[in-house]
């Protein structure tokens, strides 16, 4: 079998694995946001519009009342920061639609594409002060406590991506520690090293000088005629 052949198979091979581990990731993701412990990415940016109008109808006492595919933010009737888990451009941009929202009509809401995936959606309250939402285009877990406790479900799938495409690489190359080593193994001849080869030849050449060595010897050893 010739040996290009023999290294264009292990590619193959090694393909076949990286993708099986991909779409074994991406399977559990999957499953994860069908089960309804994960928001699918485009949640929260899909559904901005009912969030925000729900939560301006019932109010917002706290992040309890904030689905987590949304970072939050809550200003007081005077414009002033009561709660949020926000921070650098992305709380000074839902802070300057909080209080534009403000002076809204009641179940106006506001949304805006911040690029980058990001959507803010601003909106003033029932019993006063405004609120922002601040949702980016990740699938979120469902569950608060799981979401302050685990990463992001897309950082866990990379890094299980990761994990699985190292792992079947070092499966998959285990018979690969040098290219003449693959090809042998592949093809299903035993490798062999030079020194054992070495070794081969220094006992045929020896076996040799012995079987020379031993037929002088009976020859000169043959028996005279006694006169």
Known sequence: MPLSFVIARYFAYAFAAV???????????????????VYEASWGPANAHDVAEGLARDGVCGQQDVPTAYRYLILNKDGNVMMTDLE??????ATEM?????????????IEGGGSGLTYAAFPLKGGGACALVSEYLPQWVSRDLAGLLPNPQNLMLVGVAAGSALALALVGAPARRPRDLALALVGAPA??????????AARGGGGAR?????????SAAPTCAR
């Open 88 to 93: 650098g451009t992305r709380l000074e941009d």
């Open 98 to 110: 909080a209080r534009t929202a403000l002076a809204a009509d009641p179940g106006t809401v506001e």
């Open 19 to 37: 993708a099986t581990a991909w779409l074994a990731s991406l399977m559990v993701l999957s499953a994860a946001i069908n089960a309804g412990f």
């Open 211 to 219: 079987r020379r060595g031993g037929s002088s010897t009976s020859r």
């Open 192 to 201: 062999r090293r030079p020194r054992d080869l070495a070794q081969d030849g």
